[in-house]
């Protein structure tokens, strides 16, 4: 008997190309030819760029081969309508990995640790890296290696053995959890795609150092997160999610880093979340979230 409370395995299809008439035919054509049963579809047009985007879900076991076959086969699907790179086929059989990099402050720490604890998140935290050992003794209490790689007068050094340390684990997302440290372009450029930082500001609003301090500063009656890729460019990337809460004149800048933080924790779980879903698509400096 099937267990029906295990999920069902399907493979999940992005894609983006220029828009034109036809691309909805192809595409389920080509699935149709070989009995792919679609169980979610999604779509989107941008008049701006021209751009034509979709997620579509098909049941793995409509299907007559595995998902190595299936991105061999929709790559000349792919290439026929210009897609070029834009494309990407994943399989939720696949259990993602997830390294997180983090400092000092634990909360968005904390709370991933507990979602997947508590089987909210369907994830494997393979390690974390942090250049403070505060967040030790809570990363090991769930089992999880922890690594303190020192960062003091040694930033090139230090981060080499970063990129060692996550290279081990090839993961699906490198989290930046509060890692107060800005990433060097060449790691930018080789976790390209892959790596989200939460911004304690609702960008492109107060970058940089100490958002909340400006904040209270401009006087602002929001303060929110932003959970975003990570480019060479310093709080630039594109957005996968944003939230606000409200403040107001009575708040201290401790009562805005205390609410905000509770915006940050739900902002980036839900940014991951949707980046491992691969309901993510970016085009240029923007995201397309499905």
């Given at each position: ?107 968005c720490l904390y ?160 940014g991951l979340r ?17």
């Amino acid at each position: 008997m099937r267990d029906v409370s295990a999920p069902e395995r399907r493979y999940v299809i992005t894609f983006g190309c220029p828009d034109r008439t036809g691309i909805i035919a192809r595409i389920s054509g080509f699935l149709a030819e070989h009995g792919g049963w679609i169980v979610e579809a999604a779509y989107h047009t941008d008049p701006d760029t021209g751009w034509f985007f979709t997620r579509q879900v098909v049941r793995a076991d409509s299907l007559p081969f595995e998902v190595d076959v299936l991105r061999e086969k929709f790559g000349v699907v792919a290439e026929s309508l210009s897609a070029e790179s834009n494309w990407q086929v994943s399989d939720t059989g696949e259990r993602k990995r997830v390294v997180i990099l983090v400092s000092k402050e634990g909360h968005c720490l904390y709370d991933l640790l507990g979602r997947v604890a508590a089987g909210e998140l369907d994830v494997e935290i393979s390690a974390v890296i942090a250049n403070h050992p505060d967040l030790g003794d809570i990363t090991r209490a769930h089992g999880i290696p922890f690594h303190h790689v020192a960062f003091a007068e040694r930033k090139a050094e230090a981060f080499d053995e970063v990129r060692k340390l996550v290279a081990e684990h090839d993961p699906h997302a490198v989290v930046l959890a509060r890692f107060m440290q800005i990433l060097p372009a060449d790691l930018c450029a080789d976790w390209s795609g892959r790596v989200l930082n939460i911004h304690h500001s609702f960008l492109p609003s107060f970058i940089g150092a100490r958002p909340y301090h400006q904040a209270y500063a401009r006087g602002v009656k929001l303060v929110g997160a932003t959970c975003h890729y990570v480019t060479a460019d310093l709080d630039a990337g594109p957005i996968i999610e944003q939230d606000v809460i409200r403040v107001d004149h009575g708040d201290s800048i401790a009562d805005m880093v205390r609410k905000g933080r509770d915006i940050e924790k739900v902002t980036l779980a839900r940014g991951l979340r949707w980046h491992l879903e691969s309901r993510v698509l970016v085009h240029g400096n923007r995201t397309v979230v499905f």
